[in-house]
């Protein structure tokens, strides 16, 4: 949480998003967790909000899953955020396939084209696999598929 001269006071015309973003006392609950390391350092941990932050443009990332959700060939679907040098994050898609499809990239973002979804909003990046991982209540373990991505990345050289 954070509170000062250039955070907004509230949502305009919104008065139960100010009541969930903000503390009674001002602060703005930015959903960002942050750990506290050796030596008192603090550092970035994980996004509690399923946004991804490109090139300063914010991204639903649950918006995006239910527009691709709808296309024919994808079963399971599961956006996330990947590391890059330029603008931060770039989208990548988890894709599970309908049984005897194969599915592009191309297929998906013609899809969010035809939506009139925003470029910037396009993924840039797709895996496939055979399930999304899932703790056991059925929620999207989206931090380990931000791992597996990274992991990926770096060994390629792109992080």
Avoid: W
């Avoid at 649950?62 to 603008?87: C, F, R, T, W």
Wanted: hydrophobic content about 30%; aromatic content about 8%.
């Amino acid at each position: 949480m954070y509170k000062g001269p250039g955070v907004i006071a509230g949502y305009y015309r919104n008065p139960e998003a100010t009541e969930k973003s903000f503390t009674k006392d001002g602060f703005f609950r930015t959903g960002d967790l942050f750990q506290i390391r050796e030596g008192g350092c603090i550092s970035f941990y994980e996004r509690a909000k399923d946004i991804i932050i490109r090139g300063g443009y914010n991204i639903s990332s649950q918006e995006i899953e239910n527009y691709l959700l709808s296309h024919p060939k994808v079963q399971e679907v599961a956006v996330v955020g990947m590391p890059d040098e330029k603008l931060g994050e770039r989208m990548c898609v988890y894709v599970v396939p309908v049984p005897d499809q194969t599915v592009t990239l191309e297929d998906l973002t013609g899809l969010l084209t035809k939506e009139g979804v925003a470029r910037y909003k396009h993924p840039e990046h797709l895996e496939i696999c055979s399930q999304i991982p899932r703790n056991p209540v059925g929620k999207i373990l989206k931090k380990e598929l931000r791992k597996q991505i990274q992991t990926k990345l770096e060994k390629k050289g792109s992080v």
